[in-house]
């Protein structure tokens, strides 16, 4: 909601100034969004697949589904990526012990 109201100034805003705003304001959000609704269902995500592809539409003034050229992954790939590496960070830093209790790695036997 707050984006929206910031979308109808975007002619004050070069597009370098636009990516970075981008990058460093509303992709945390979804960096966030991704850790904690990892495995809801497709139609709940979709507001924010439509949010994603307006904050690209923000930066580079063109169609959604664009974020290739802003070599941005696309929304699914985001959610992967932080999945994995939050999982490898809590399995080789100094995570909180009931977060390393839920990972543990799995050793295959040997015959």
Do not use: E, M
Not at 10 to 33: E, G, H, S, V
Not at 52 to 74: G, Q
């Amino acid at each position: 909601p707050v984006f929206y109201k910031h979308y109808r100034s975007i002619n004050c805003f070069d597009p370098a100034a636009r990516k970075r705003i981008a990058t460093q304001l509303l992709l945390p959000i979804f960096d966030y969004a991704d850790l904690i609704y990892p495995n809801s269902a497709s139609t709940c995500l979709h507001s924010l697949h439509v949010i994603y592809n307006s904050v690209c539409r923000f930066v580079l003034r063109c169609p959604f589904r664009t974020h290739h050229c802003l070599s941005w992954y696309s929304l699914k790939a985001r959610c992967q990526l932080h999945w994995l590496l939050f999982i490898f960070k809590c399995t080789h830093s100094d995570f909180p012990s009931y977060l390393k209790a839920l990972l543990v790695p799995v050793v295959p036997d040997r015959c």
